[in-house]
T-cell receptor
Framework: ELKVEQNPLFLSMQEGKNYTIYCNYS?????LYWYRQDPGKSLESLFVLLSNGAVKQEGRLMASLDTKARLSTLHITAAVHDLSATYFC??????????FGAGTILRVKS | DSGVTQTPKHLITATGQRVTLRCSPR?????VYWYQQSLDQGLQFLIQYYNGEERAKGNILERFSAQQFPDLHSELNLSSLELGDSALYFC??????????FGPGTRLTVT
């Protein structure tokens, strides 16, 4: 059974600082997604990572995938308040379902 | 806006009742997925339909059932509701094997 672990589960950071969220998964998959969720809202797709070594960047967020280590990272550069949200990684299990991590609650303090 | 629509947005009902949640996928997407998000269980996959056929099943209770109609919209039926069924229910759609796009969700409160 595929398991997805995210850490940290809660992250409080100052504006302007850098930090990384980690996502480990237990079985082979070469398709991983990062989503953002604001309180009470839907899931907004941030990144789709489809192969080993994939790296994608959008604004202050950069995601990478190492399929051999079964690890993805979401790096936040020079955080701003607007990035406060919950971030989920999700691993595609056999193309039929996503298995989600527990989520990382990010609070950026000004 | 993902293009996936869900109705209703909010639903409040009593224990023991039955409700139906509706989802319309993005135009052209044949796959529909249902997920439940609760504080204690997190985001969990419930069931997937592809072009009217059940494709995959997750941790879906026997009291829950779903179907996908010829026009590709889907309904999730929840019966004999319990307090623990209170959650956000998301529908997602995708072209087969590709990225899933999530709808706005239905918040179900069971009192």
């Amino acid at each position: 059974e595929l398991k997805v672990e995210q850490n940290p589960l809660f992250l409080s950071m100052q504006e302007g600082k850098n930090y990384t969220i980690y996502c480990n998964y237990s079985t082979t998959s070469d398709r991983l997604y990062w989503y953002r969720q604001d309180p009470g809202k839907s899931l907004e797709s941030l990144f789709v990572l489809l192969s080993n070594g994939a790296v994608k960047q959008e604004g202050r967020l950069m995601a990478s995938l190492d399929t051999k280590a079964r690890l993805s990272t979401l790096h936040i550069t020079a955080a701003v308040h607007d990035l406060s949200a919950t971030y989920f990684c999700a691993v595609d299990e056999d193309g039929n379902k996503l298995v989600f991590g527990a989520g990382t609650i990010l609070r950026v303090k000004s | 806006d993902s293009g996936v629509t869900q109705t209703p947005k909010h639903l409040i009902t009593a224990t023991g009742q039955r409700v139906t949640l509706r989802c319309s996928p993005r135009s052209g997407d044949l796959s529909v997925y249902w997920y439940q998000q609760s504080l204690d269980q997190g985001l969990q996959f419930l069931i997937q339909y592809y072009n009217g056929e059940e494709r995959a099943k997750g941790n879906i209770l026997e009291r829950f059932s779903a179907q996908q109609f010829p026009d590709l919209h889907s309904e999730l039926n929840l019966s004999s509701l319990e307090l623990g069924d209170s959650a956000l229910y998301f529908c997602a759609s995708s072209p087969e094997g590709y990225e899933q796009y999530f709808g706005p969700g239905t918040r179900l409160t069971v009192t």
